[in-house]
Protein backbone atom coordinates (compact mmCIF):
# COMPACT_ATOMS: atom_id res chain seq x y z
CA UNK A 1 0.00 0.00 0.00
CA UNK A 2 1.32 3.32 -0.93
CA UNK A 3 0.63 6.43 1.11
CA UNK A 4 -1.77 8.76 0.08
CA UNK A 5 -1.15 12.53 -0.45
CA UNK A 6 -2.86 15.29 -2.36
CA UNK A 7 -0.47 16.54 -4.78
CA UNK A 8 -2.62 18.69 -7.38
CA UNK A 9 0.68 20.27 -8.69
CA UNK A 10 0.13 21.50 -12.54
CA UNK A 11 -3.67 21.23 -12.45
CA UNK A 12 -5.95 23.01 -12.94
CA UNK A 13 -9.63 23.57 -11.14
CA UNK A 14 -12.54 25.55 -11.86
CA UNK A 15 -14.81 26.75 -8.83
CA UNK A 16 -18.40 28.47 -9.95
CA UNK A 17 -19.45 30.63 -7.61
CA UNK A 18 -16.53 30.95 -5.97
CA UNK A 19 -16.19 34.62 -4.54
CA UNK A 20 -16.94 34.30 -1.28
CA UNK A 21 -18.37 31.50 1.15
CA UNK A 22 -17.56 27.58 0.22
CA UNK A 23 -16.71 27.97 -3.15
CA UNK A 24 -13.62 30.56 -1.57
CA UNK A 25 -13.31 28.27 0.93
CA UNK A 26 -12.80 24.69 -1.90
CA UNK A 27 -10.53 27.38 -4.25
CA UNK A 28 -8.11 28.04 -1.43
CA UNK A 29 -8.09 24.26 -0.39
CA UNK A 30 -7.20 23.45 -4.16
CA UNK A 31 -4.78 25.85 -4.58
CA UNK A 32 -2.97 24.90 -0.95
CA UNK A 33 -2.30 21.42 -2.80
CA UNK A 34 -1.06 22.95 -6.04
CA UNK A 35 -3.71 23.58 -8.42
CA UNK A 36 -3.89 26.72 -10.61
CA UNK A 37 -7.83 27.92 -9.98
CA UNK A 38 -9.93 29.84 -12.03
CA UNK A 39 -12.59 31.95 -9.68
CA UNK A 40 -16.12 33.13 -11.04
CA UNK A 41 -18.73 34.43 -9.33
CA UNK A 42 -20.77 37.55 -7.96
CA UNK A 43 -19.21 40.82 -5.81
CA UNK A 44 -17.01 43.73 -5.58
CA UNK A 45 -14.56 43.96 -8.07
CA UNK A 46 -12.05 44.83 -5.99
CA UNK A 47 -12.67 42.59 -3.17
CA UNK A 48 -12.81 39.91 -5.83
CA UNK A 49 -9.33 41.16 -7.21
CA UNK A 50 -8.10 40.87 -3.35
CA UNK A 51 -9.03 37.26 -3.50
CA UNK A 52 -7.43 36.40 -6.49
CA UNK A 53 -4.09 38.24 -5.63
CA UNK A 54 -4.26 36.61 -2.39
CA UNK A 55 -4.30 32.95 -3.76
CA UNK A 56 -1.49 33.75 -6.11
CA UNK A 57 0.85 35.16 -3.66
CA UNK A 58 -0.08 32.56 -0.54
CA UNK A 59 -0.13 29.61 -2.75
CA UNK A 60 2.34 30.50 -5.07
CA UNK A 61 -0.42 29.02 -8.23
CA UNK A 62 -2.29 30.68 -10.81
CA UNK A 63 -5.43 32.63 -9.82
CA UNK A 64 -7.54 34.09 -12.92
CA UNK A 65 -11.27 35.20 -12.39
CA UNK A 66 -13.99 34.83 -14.98
CA UNK A 67 -17.23 36.65 -14.71
CA UNK A 68 -19.60 34.66 -16.13
CA UNK A 69 -23.61 34.84 -15.00
CA UNK A 70 -25.04 31.37 -14.35
CA UNK A 71 -27.98 32.45 -16.18
CA UNK A 72 -26.05 32.68 -19.44
CA UNK A 73 -25.44 29.01 -20.99
CA UNK A 74 -23.28 30.40 -23.18
CA UNK A 75 -20.83 32.76 -21.18
CA UNK A 76 -20.48 29.36 -18.96
CA UNK A 77 -19.34 27.60 -21.97
CA UNK A 78 -17.04 30.58 -22.13
CA UNK A 79 -16.15 30.01 -19.25
CA UNK A 80 -14.84 26.84 -19.29
CA UNK A 81 -13.26 27.51 -22.40
CA UNK A 82 -11.04 30.31 -20.87
CA UNK A 83 -10.18 28.30 -17.73
CA UNK A 84 -8.87 25.35 -20.26
CA UNK A 85 -7.48 27.68 -22.54
CA UNK A 86 -5.71 29.99 -19.98
CA UNK A 87 -3.37 26.69 -18.47
CA UNK A 88 -3.60 24.12 -21.54
CA UNK A 89 -5.97 21.97 -19.48
CA UNK A 90 -9.22 20.97 -17.08
CA UNK A 91 -8.80 18.61 -14.59
CA UNK A 92 -11.64 19.85 -12.06
CA UNK A 93 -14.78 21.25 -12.02
CA UNK A 94 -16.38 22.57 -9.02
CA UNK A 95 -20.00 23.23 -9.96
CA UNK A 96 -21.05 25.40 -6.27
CA UNK A 97 -22.62 28.73 -7.65
CA UNK A 98 -26.69 28.69 -5.96
CA UNK A 99 -29.25 30.86 -4.48
CA UNK A 100 -32.04 30.06 -1.97
CA UNK A 101 -35.75 31.60 -1.49
CA UNK A 102 -38.27 30.79 0.71
CA UNK A 103 -41.83 30.94 0.41
CA UNK A 104 -44.94 28.52 0.56
CA UNK A 105 -45.21 27.04 -2.67
CA UNK A 106 -48.78 28.63 -3.41
CA UNK A 107 -46.92 32.29 -3.10
CA UNK A 108 -43.51 30.67 -4.51
CA UNK A 109 -42.53 33.88 -7.34
CA UNK A 110 -42.32 32.46 -10.61
CA UNK A 111 -39.14 34.37 -11.09
CA UNK A 112 -37.53 32.96 -8.19
CA UNK A 113 -37.86 29.21 -9.44
CA UNK A 114 -36.84 29.93 -12.83
CA UNK A 115 -33.51 32.14 -11.61
CA UNK A 116 -33.10 28.72 -8.39
CA UNK A 117 -33.29 26.00 -11.18
CA UNK A 118 -31.05 27.99 -14.03
CA UNK A 119 -28.79 28.52 -11.03
CA UNK A 120 -28.07 25.91 -9.10
CA UNK A 121 -29.13 23.08 -11.38
CA UNK A 122 -28.98 24.03 -15.20
CA UNK A 123 -25.63 26.54 -14.38
CA UNK A 124 -24.21 23.08 -13.69
CA UNK A 125 -25.51 20.76 -16.86
CA UNK A 126 -23.79 23.54 -19.27
CA UNK A 127 -20.49 23.55 -17.27
CA UNK A 128 -20.27 19.73 -17.54
CA UNK A 129 -21.27 19.64 -20.92
CA UNK A 130 -18.65 22.08 -21.96
CA UNK A 131 -16.26 20.50 -19.73
CA UNK A 132 -15.97 16.45 -20.61
CA UNK A 133 -15.14 16.98 -24.16
CA UNK A 134 -11.73 18.25 -22.86
CA UNK A 135 -11.37 16.19 -19.70
CA UNK A 136 -12.00 13.00 -22.13
CA UNK A 137 -9.39 14.55 -24.57
CA UNK A 138 -6.84 14.65 -21.40
CA UNK A 139 -8.26 10.45 -20.44
CA UNK A 140 -8.84 12.03 -16.82
CA UNK A 141 -10.72 14.77 -14.87
CA UNK A 142 -12.71 15.50 -12.05
CA UNK A 143 -16.33 17.29 -11.55
CA UNK A 144 -17.91 17.54 -8.24
CA UNK A 145 -21.23 18.68 -7.41
CA UNK A 146 -21.58 20.63 -4.09
CA UNK A 147 -25.33 19.60 -3.95
CA UNK A 148 -26.83 19.91 -0.64
CA UNK A 149 -28.23 17.58 2.84
CA UNK A 150 -31.85 18.54 0.16
CA UNK A 151 -30.48 16.63 -2.40
CA UNK A 152 -31.57 13.98 -0.24
CA UNK A 153 -34.38 15.37 1.68
CA UNK A 154 -37.27 17.70 1.40
CA UNK A 155 -37.90 20.58 3.78
CA UNK A 156 -40.98 22.87 3.78
CA UNK A 157 -41.10 26.14 1.82
CA UNK A 158 -38.01 25.27 -0.11
CA UNK A 159 -39.90 23.89 -3.40
CA UNK A 160 -37.08 25.15 -6.01
CA UNK A 161 -34.41 24.56 -3.76
CA UNK A 162 -34.81 21.30 -3.05
CA UNK A 163 -35.94 19.93 -6.48
CA UNK A 164 -32.96 21.67 -8.17
CA UNK A 165 -30.53 20.13 -5.85
CA UNK A 166 -32.48 16.61 -6.10
CA UNK A 167 -31.87 17.27 -9.44
CA UNK A 168 -28.11 17.79 -9.77
CA UNK A 169 -27.69 14.74 -8.10
CA UNK A 170 -29.92 12.68 -10.34
CA UNK A 171 -27.73 14.96 -13.40
CA UNK A 172 -24.47 13.68 -11.20
CA UNK A 173 -25.39 9.73 -11.36
CA UNK A 174 -26.19 10.25 -15.05
CA UNK A 175 -23.10 11.88 -16.16
CA UNK A 176 -21.00 9.75 -14.29
CA UNK A 177 -22.73 6.57 -16.23
CA UNK A 178 -21.74 7.92 -19.37
CA UNK A 179 -18.18 8.56 -18.52
CA UNK A 180 -16.85 5.69 -16.39
CA UNK A 181 -14.60 4.54 -18.68
CA UNK A 182 -13.18 7.93 -20.00
CA UNK A 183 -10.97 8.60 -16.43
CA UNK A 184 -13.49 10.73 -14.95
CA UNK A 185 -15.50 10.62 -12.26
CA UNK A 186 -18.70 13.08 -10.93
CA UNK A 187 -19.65 13.49 -7.45
CA UNK A 188 -22.12 15.08 -5.43
CA UNK A 189 -21.15 16.62 -1.80
CA UNK A 190 -23.95 17.03 0.23
CA UNK A 191 -23.70 19.31 3.00
CA UNK A 192 -25.72 20.56 6.37
CA UNK A 193 -25.83 23.84 7.36
CA UNK A 194 -22.08 25.47 6.63
CA UNK A 195 -21.49 29.07 8.53
CA UNK A 196 -21.25 31.25 5.70
CA UNK A 197 -21.78 34.66 5.49
CA UNK A 198 -25.14 34.38 4.22
CA UNK A 199 -26.18 31.94 7.53
CA UNK A 200 -23.91 34.25 9.81
CA UNK A 201 -26.36 37.11 8.86
CA UNK A 202 -29.66 34.90 8.95
CA UNK A 203 -28.99 34.38 12.44
CA UNK A 204 -29.35 37.89 13.89
CA UNK A 205 -32.34 38.52 11.52
CA UNK A 206 -34.31 35.08 12.85
CA UNK A 207 -33.08 35.75 16.65
CA UNK A 208 -34.75 39.57 15.58
CA UNK A 209 -37.88 37.76 14.04
CA UNK A 210 -38.56 35.28 16.72
CA UNK A 211 -37.58 37.09 20.09
CA UNK A 212 -34.84 34.59 20.75
CA UNK A 213 -31.33 34.38 21.57
CA UNK A 214 -28.44 33.71 18.66
CA UNK A 215 -28.05 30.69 20.78
CA UNK A 216 -31.24 29.60 20.11
CA UNK A 217 -31.87 30.32 16.73
CA UNK A 218 -28.56 28.21 15.73
CA UNK A 219 -29.72 25.41 18.10
CA UNK A 220 -33.09 24.78 17.94
CA UNK A 221 -33.72 26.42 14.32
CA UNK A 222 -30.80 25.77 11.99
CA UNK A 223 -29.43 23.06 13.74
CA UNK A 224 -32.90 20.89 14.42
CA UNK A 225 -32.34 18.55 11.95
CA UNK A 226 -28.34 18.16 12.15
CA UNK A 227 -27.80 15.99 15.27
CA UNK A 228 -24.40 17.10 15.89
CA UNK A 229 -25.81 20.38 16.53
CA UNK A 230 -22.91 21.93 15.22
CA UNK A 231 -22.46 23.36 11.64
CA UNK A 232 -20.16 22.00 9.24
CA UNK A 233 -16.87 23.24 8.83
CA UNK A 234 -14.95 24.44 5.31
CA UNK A 235 -12.46 22.25 6.25
CA UNK A 236 -14.46 19.53 6.88
CA UNK A 237 -15.76 19.89 3.50
CA UNK A 238 -12.39 21.11 1.73
CA UNK A 239 -11.20 17.35 3.10
CA UNK A 240 -14.31 15.77 1.54
CA UNK A 241 -13.43 17.55 -2.15
CA UNK A 242 -9.72 16.67 -1.92
CA UNK A 243 -10.14 13.10 -1.77
CA UNK A 244 -12.82 12.95 -4.57
CA UNK A 245 -10.26 15.04 -6.98
CA UNK A 246 -7.22 12.61 -5.99
CA UNK A 247 -6.14 9.45 -7.47
CA UNK A 248 -7.23 7.67 -4.35
CA UNK A 249 -10.74 8.46 -5.08
CA UNK A 250 -10.67 7.12 -8.36
CA UNK A 251 -13.41 4.50 -7.54
CA UNK A 252 -15.59 6.79 -6.11
CA UNK A 253 -18.01 7.54 -8.83
CA UNK A 254 -22.15 8.58 -8.88
CA UNK A 255 -22.45 9.02 -5.13
CA UNK A 256 -23.74 11.54 -3.05
CA UNK A 257 -21.44 12.34 0.17
CA UNK A 258 -22.73 13.57 3.10
CA UNK A 259 -21.32 15.64 4.99
CA UNK A 260 -24.37 16.70 7.36
CA UNK A 261 -23.59 15.63 10.74
CA UNK A 262 -25.90 13.11 10.56
CA UNK A 263 -29.14 14.96 9.12
CA UNK A 264 -29.66 12.33 6.75
CA UNK A 265 -29.54 9.49 8.52
CA UNK A 266 -32.85 10.10 10.38
Not at 5 to 14: I, N, V
Not at 53 to 78: Q, R
Not at 156 to 177: D, E, I, N, Q, R
Request: charged share 15%; with cysteine; aromatic share 6%.
Amino acid sequence: MTAIRTDLSGQTALITGSTSGIGAAMARALAANGAHVVLNGLGDAGEIEKLRAGIEAEYGVTALYHPANMLEPGEIADMVRFAHGKTGRLDILLNNAGVQHVAPVHEFPEEKWDAIIAINLSAAFHAIKAAVPLMKAAGRGRIVNLASAHALVASPFKSAYVAAKHGVFGLTKAVALEVAESGITVNAICPGYVKTPLVEGQIGDTARARGISREDVVRNVMLAAQPTKKFVTYDELAGLLLYLVSDAGASCNGAAYSADGGWTAQ
